[in-house]
């Protein structure tokens, strides 16, 4: 059996996988599963033709893919390669997705007609990279101009891109796989939102991100060959993708869905015999739970849950699921994913209302934003991170990266608090930051594109509770002189252009501003009515 601790690369740690349990099932879907053995051997496939495409080490590959079988393979096959994985956000219209194709300088992008009718993503990269088109092996578009191929998946391709058939003829018979990389290579850019108009580009290392996998796995999760876990979240999430390595340490399954369906959900966890849940959000939760095939669906397989929320909503969580242990985790993108998680043995008021303890080699430390001193057990200040296996830096903003690592310590923005025993809680976000249903959304990104629009001279976008999402876009607005615009208009004005989800859900027209010496007090603005809901 190879050691776990020479295990150093994203490729290493799916060819042990294969190797140790090549006939039991890694990837679960509604629709079709595959065994270790078959998921390898369509990885290697995959891998051959993005080498034949051109792909090699090094090269930056996006995947604008929903959930599926297609996805993991991918994921895998650039990993074989050497290659770069740039997962792509699937809620994405035309502009921010042609920013992230060009900032993260994506040379071969695979996507899907999987998702029609509900998204057509060859028309939106069509209106993304307007004139893309011709010779489909070197597109180059103006847009993206390092893009030279675009691979869709289904049932054809129209002119410019390269279909699913034509890629799968190509192939480089003659690669030896995997190609050798260093642990210190980059294997994944993620974005994130941040406090920047458009997302951040996370550089994250081979070690960085198996070291985390490998921690989860060995000292929280303990996940083994006959577990199973039901995981409904975002392929292109950090928190889809560390869960798959961590069960791939251990030989487990991976259950998912092309899309999260309560009912489908309900339905996979009884046939599957689902030992782990992964809801994670307070949305997913509410939906499992409210669902009216919940009473009679046989869910005594589940032993462990991982979910974070408001302690009201999390005990009801674990009352619906008396024969399981629910345990929270705090992570970011930044950090590679988790960082801190709960244990079964600690108390339950311990598991509803924090975070957990840090994972052996990761240190935190709360501190005073202001003065950069540390501050003691439940004293909310801003929590930092220092450990082997976080991030290093976003790609191409040297500035940006300066400012969240400085002298070892991750700066997380998140408002925290470590109680006596070490275990984090989480109180919300320094940075001004939604979170709405699980999706991180920088307000000023909302408010830029607001104040696009001619009739507004300025907006202000704040998180307002909400019972399903957690949070939600609230924007007050001052109209520009002469400017004629209301609440519904701002909302068709959003509808298409930007993701559905930073789209605000109340809207406010004020005329004065509650202002310190130079700045809107946000918090002030949660004092003013709102009105009515509008989307």
């Not at 699937?90 to 994506?106: F, I, M, Q, S, T």
């Not at 015999?273 to 809801?279: L, V, Y």
């Not at 302690?311 to 988790?338: D, K, N, W």
Request: glycine letters at 12%.
């Amino acid at each position: 059996m190879v050691d776990m601790d020479e295990i150093r690369t994203a490729a290493g740690l799916f060819e042990r996988a294969a190797a140790l349990w090549p006939d039991s099932d890694a990837l679960v879907f509604p629709d079709g599963r595959r065994t270790y053995a078959a998921l390898r051997q369509g990885a290697a496939g995959r891998a051959r033709s993005l080498a034949a495409l051109g792909v090699g080490r090094g090269d930056h590959v996006g995947l604008l893919m929903p959930n599926g079988i297609e996805f993991v393979e991918l994921v895998w096959a650039i990993a074989l390669l050497g290659a770069v994985l740039v997962p792509v956000n699937v809620r994405y219209k035309a502009r921010e997705l042609r920013y992230v194709l060009e900032n993260a300088d994506v040379s071969v992008l695979l996507t899907s007609d999987a998702m029609k009718p509900h998204v057509d993503f060859e028309a939106l990269l069509r209106d993304a990279l307007p004139g893309l088109g011709g010779d489909p092996m070197a597109l180059h578009p103006a847009g993206a101009p390092r893009l030279r191929s675009v691979v869709i998946f289904g049932a054809g391709a129209g002119e410019g891109f390269v279909g699913q058939a034509a890629f799968e003829a190509m192939t480089d018979p003659d690669l030896a796989l995997p190609v050798p990389v260093d642990s210190d290579d980059t294997g994944i850019i993620m974005y994130t939102s941040g406090t920047t108009a458009n997302p951040k580009g996370c550089l994250v290392p081979h070690h960085a991100l198996v070291g985390s996998a490998v921690d989860l796995w060995r000292y929280r999760y303990a996940i083994g060959p006959d577990d199973r876990m039901w995981n409904p979240l975002p392929a292109f999430h950090i928190s889809f993708l560390l869960p798959l390595m961590c069960v791939f340490c251990g030989g487990g399954a991976m259950v998912s869905q092309r899309h999260f369906d309560a009912g489908e959900a309900l339905m996979l966890i009884e046939r599957e015999c689902a030992t782990w849940i992964w809801p994670s959000f307070e949305a997913i939760c509410a939906d499992l739970m409210n669902h009216a095939d919940f009473p009679r669906r046989d869910l005594s397989s589940v032993k462990r849950i991982n979910a974070v929320g408001g302690r009201g909503l999390l005990q009801r969580f674990q009352e619906a699921f008396p024969g399981a242990v629910q345990t929270a985790a705090y992570g970011l993108t930044e950090s590679c994913g988790i960082v801190c998680a709960g244990m079964p043995e600690d108390g339950l008021e311990e598991r509803l209302t924090t975070n957990g303890r840090a994972l052996p080699g990761v240190e935190l430390r709360v501190v005073d934003r202001e003065t950069g001193e540390t501050l003691g057990p439940g004293e909310k200040g801003e929590l930092l991170i220092r450990s082997g296996a976080i991030f290093s830096g976003y790609y191409k903003d040297p500035a940006k990266s300066a400012e969240t690592l400085r002298d070892g310590w991750l700066h997380t923005g998140d408002l925290c608090s470590l109680d006596e025993g070490g275990r984090v809680r989480f109180h919300g976000r320094v940075k001004d930051m939604l979170k709405v249903g699980g999706e991180n959304v920088a307000a000023v990104e909302i408010e830029s594109f607001l104040m696009a629009h001619p009739a507004v001279k300025l907006a202000q976008v704040v998180g307002v509770a909400d019972e399903r999402l957690g949070e939600v876009p609230a924007a007050f607005i001052e109209l520009a002189p002469g400017g004629a615009l209301d609440g519904a208009g701002v909302i068709a004005h959003c509808r298409g252009q930007i993701a559905s989800y930073k789209i605000p859900r109340y809207v406010r027209f004020v005329t004065e501003w509650p202002m310190s010496a130079t700045k809107v007090r946000k918090p002030d603005l949660l004092n003013l009515p709102l009105g009515e809901r509008l989307a």
